[in-house]
């Protein structure tokens, strides 16, 4: 089997490397809020393990946590599902594959907008689909018109990730619309990767699922517990979609990895039915950030980005056509790490993540400075 690995994953493990020889490398690449677990999820889990909640559950997710998430889509997303319509399990990132996976045939198109996040063009291949990759320009907002031509009797899915990783875009909730409207005349399903929902500056996260039943019929919204409740480690996420599609994903789960820990699902139910205040301070610092950045990445002559509206990255243009060798030799000379637009299939720009502190920050950007000034 071909599959090549993730490639931020991969430089996270150079960073580990050179920092197991004793070398201090600020790593501007990685997509986990810097953030502990906020305590209340924490106690629950403790509660769950006490509890003797430390079983198998229902493949899907024990009815407790489906009934919670299918009450906050009602609330902050305004889809309606029930609970049957809700698969849990180990990460946004494996209900994606087990979509691509249930879905697709061999001859499908899906099509991906570019730059995107690398793990959906692998799913996609190895689900038996060929990727269409989209080229969108900067500011990077994608639009139906953009889309539209790539449409033919093909075209099984198209995915959706707003706000996108890696250059923070929002799809305007009129152009979401009408992507809509595309799906349904044109018969394709619609995954809607919605993990960065809650990371988002001065703008409301809109769900395509809601606009009509006709668009939720054909849409998979994907989501998570990872970035919104800084959970990377817990390993939890969900599907919402039609009751049939939701099914397959199940049966496939119960033939993968089962349920995703029990732990974990008290945990995110604790996340859900509770008011978290930490998600918004979270987002807050993460606004703080974003400004900070772009204000420091603005005073370097070489390097032109697009301010992001959500998720916790920029995307920088290198104005130049290869961005491996220079983020290499960035890590190697100055030891900052931030990823390669060649993993996010569109190279000459690097996604720099601003998950980490502002001191970090502050001495990796002037690290960038520093070194950009040698191209310049
Ligand atoms: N979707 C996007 C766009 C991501 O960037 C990531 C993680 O980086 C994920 C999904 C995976 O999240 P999870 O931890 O829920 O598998």
């Given at each position: 089997m071909k599959i090549s690995p993730s490639p931020t994953l991969a430089i996270d493990a150079r960073v580990k490397k050179m920092q197991s020889e004793g070398i201090l490398v600020i790593n501007l690449?990685?997509?986990?809020?810097d953030f502990t677990t906020p305590p209340i999820i924490k106690k629950a889990a403790i509660k769950a393990i006490k509890d003797g909640y430390t079983h198998y559950t229902q493949t899907a997710g024990i009815p407790a946590l489906r009934k919670a998430i299918c009450q906050k889509l009602l609330k902050e997303n305004k889809i309606g599902y029930e609970p049957e319509q809700i698969v849990v399990g180990v990460g946004s990132k494996q209900l994606l594959y087990h979509a691509f996976q249930v879905l697709c045939e061999k001859g499908d198109e899906v099509i991906i907008p570019v730059p995107t996040w690398n793990t959906y063009v692998e799913q996609v291949k190895l689900a038996g689909a060929k990727p269409i990759l989209i080229r969108l320009e900067p500011p990077f907002k994608l639009t139906a018109a953009v889309i539209k031509p790539y449409?033919?009797?093909?075209?099984k899915i198209l995915l959706l990730n707003?706000?996108?990783?890696?250059?923070?875009a929002i799809i305007e909730p009129h152009e979401l619309r009408k992507i809509a409207e595309l799906a349904i005349r044109h018969n394709f399903f619609v995954i809607s990767d919605?993990?960065?929902?809650?990371?988002?500056?001065?703008k409301k996260h809109v769900s395509?699922?809601?606009?009509?039943n006709k668009i939720k019929e054909r849409t998979v919204t994907i989501n998570g517990f990872s970035k919104a409740f800084a959970m990377?480690?817990?390993r939890i996420g969900y599907a919402a979609g039609p009751k049939k599609i939701i099914d397959m994903i199940s049966a496939l789960q119960s033939q993968t990895t089962?349920?995703?820990?029990s732990i974990s699902q008290y945990a995110a139910l604790a996340a859900m039915t509770n008011k978290i205040p930490e998600v918004e301070t979270m987002r807050k610092e993460f606004k703080a950030r974003r400004d900070l950045v772009t204000g420091l990445l603005s005073?370097?002559?070489s390097l032109t980005f697009t301010v992001p509206e959500?998720?916790?990255?920029v995307y920088v243009?290198?104005?130049?056509?290869?961005?491996e060798d220079w983020c290499n030799k960035l890590l190697t000379q100055r030891h900052v790490a931030v990823v390669p637009g060649e993993a996010f299939f569109y190279p000459g720009y690097f996604r720099l993540s601003f998950a980490t502190s502002r001191s970090n920050l502050k001495k990796g950007i002037e690290a960038i400075r520093q070194f950009s000034q040698k191209y310049e």
């Amino acid at each position: 089997m071909k599959i090549s690995p993730s490639p931020t994953l991969a430089i996270d493990a150079r960073v580990k490397k050179m920092q197991s020889e004793g070398i201090l490398v600020i790593n501007l690449g990685l997509g986990e809020p810097d953030f502990t677990t906020p305590p209340i999820i924490k106690k629950a889990a403790i509660k769950a393990i006490k509890d003797g909640y430390t079983h198998y559950t229902q493949t899907a997710g024990i009815p407790a946590l489906r009934k919670a998430i299918c009450q906050k889509l009602l609330k902050e997303n305004k889809i309606g599902y029930e609970p049957e319509q809700i698969v849990v399990g180990v990460g946004s990132k494996q209900l994606l594959y087990h979509a691509f996976q249930v879905l697709c045939e061999k001859g499908d198109e899906v099509i991906i907008p570019v730059p995107t996040w690398n793990t959906y063009v692998e799913q996609v291949k190895l689900a038996g689909a060929k990727p269409i990759l989209i080229r969108l320009e900067p500011p990077f907002k994608l639009t139906a018109a953009v889309i539209k031509p790539y449409v033919n009797r093909k075209t099984k899915i198209l995915l959706l990730n707003s706000p996108s990783n890696p250059t923070g875009a929002i799809i305007e909730p009129h152009e979401l619309r009408k992507i809509a409207e595309l799906a349904i005349r044109h018969n394709f399903f619609v995954i809607s990767d919605e993990i960065y929902e809650k990371i988002i500056y001065g703008k409301k996260h809109v769900s395509i699922a809601s606009f009509s039943n006709k668009i939720k019929e054909r849409t998979v919204t994907i989501n998570g517990f990872s970035k919104a409740f800084a959970m990377t480690g817990w390993r939890i996420g969900y599907a919402a979609g039609p009751k049939k599609i939701i099914d397959m994903i199940s049966a496939l789960q119960s033939q993968t990895t089962s349920n995703t820990a029990s732990i974990s699902q008290y945990a995110a139910l604790a996340a859900m039915t509770n008011k978290i205040p930490e998600v918004e301070t979270m987002r807050k610092e993460f606004k703080a950030r974003r400004d900070l950045v772009t204000g420091l990445l603005s005073t370097v002559k070489s390097l032109t980005f697009t301010v992001p509206e959500g998720a916790f990255y920029v995307y920088v243009s290198l104005n130049q056509t290869k961005s491996e060798d220079w983020c290499n030799k960035l890590l190697t000379q100055r030891h900052v790490a931030v990823v390669p637009g060649e993993a996010f299939f569109y190279p000459g720009y690097f996604r720099l993540s601003f998950a980490t502190s502002r001191s970090n920050l502050k001495k990796g950007i002037e690290a960038i400075r520093q070194f950009s000034q040698k191209y310049e």
